[in-house]
């Protein structure tokens, strides 16, 4: 089949999601060009964001939001939300998947689609984080939100399995709303600790934590390269 990866079982593609999980995102599309012939969502989707960030006017914004509309989702319900969204939740799962959402396991073509619309997307998101809604946690258990007045990420702890996972997202201001994009993410245990991590991850992504988890009470003072370390907020680990 033409520009699908195909894996023997569930196990071996279960396997390359968990060490795709632990890369940048310039990692995740080095690791795309290896597979001849073979063009991913997920580099798709990067096109379109950088499409997006770029524009400089509604119409320009809304020809692009027409292009990719067949394939990503929108949020319809808020005119200031200009970000372009993958209908899966993990996004580095999405660099495995045709543009239309598909693999083959076991000589069978899946489609990896979690979602259809935005109402789908949050309704995810909150089954993977049960988060009440219209709640806006500045420091919190398991979940930081910091916000500028031109950058804000979220960043909220959870298990996959039996590993920890960070699941990030970023916006930047643009035009008149908000966009969610790749950026930098970094923490440290101690206000004047050595920095951790410091990779470029998409939004949407899921930091594995890999070795040693976090212990319960662990706190992790989170910024981004846009929010800046003196934004830094703080997100204390109760798993």
């Keep these: 089949?033409?520009?699908?990866?195909?894996?023997?079982?569930?196990?071996?593609?279960?396997?390359?999601?968990?060490?795709?999980?632990?890369?940048?995102?310039?990692?995740?599309?080095?690791?795309?060009?290896?597979?001849?012939?073979?063009?991913?969502?997920?580099?798709?989707?990067?096109?379109?964001?950088?499409?997006?960030?770029?524009?400089?006017?509604?119409?320009?914004?809304?020809?692009?939001?027409?292009?990719?509309?067949?394939?990503?989702?929108?949020?319809?319900?808020?005119?200031?939300?200009?970000?372009?969204?993958?209908?899966?939740?993990?996004?580095?799962?999405?660099?495995?998947?045709?543009?239309?959402?598909?693999?083959?396991?076991?000589?069978?073509?899946?489609?990896?689609?979690?979602?259809e619309n935005y109402d789908g997307y949050k309704k995810e998101l909150s089954l993977l984080y049960p988060v009440p809604l219209g709640v806006t946690i500045e420091n919190g258990i398991n979940r930081v939100h910091v916000k500028t007045k031109k950058r804000k990420f979220t960043a909220q702890i959870g298990m996959r399995g039996n590993q920890q996972a960070i699941r990030v997202n970023a916006s930047k201001k643009v035009l008149w709303g908000w966009v969610e994009y790749t950026t930098a993410y970094y923490w440290k245990y101690t206000p004047n600790g050595p920095v951790q991590f410091g990779k470029e991850v998409k939004s949407g992504h899921d930091i594995m934590i890999l070795g040693n988890p976090f212990p319960n009470g662990t706190k992790l003072y989170m910024w981004t390269r846009g929010t800046g370390e003196e934004n830094c907020g703080i997100m204390t680990v109760q798993l």
């Design 1 to 115: 089949m033409k520009n699908i990866l195909s894996f023997s079982s569930e196990e071996e593609y279960n396997a390359l999601l968990d060490s795709l999980g632990t890369l940048s995102d310039e990692e995740l599309l080095q690791w795309e060009s290896g597979q001849k012939g073979f063009t991913s969502m997920y580099r798709i989707h990067s096109e379109a964001l950088g499409q997006i960030l770029n524009a400089t006017c509604k119409e320009e914004y809304e020809s692009i939001k027409t292009a990719y509309q067949t394939d990503f989702i929108f949020n319809d319900k808020d005119s200031t939300d200009l970000s372009i969204y993958m209908p899966v939740l993990n996004v580095s799962k999405a660099i495995t998947l045709t543009p239309e959402g598909f693999v083959c396991i076991a000589g069978e073509r899946k489609n990896m689609k979690e979602f």
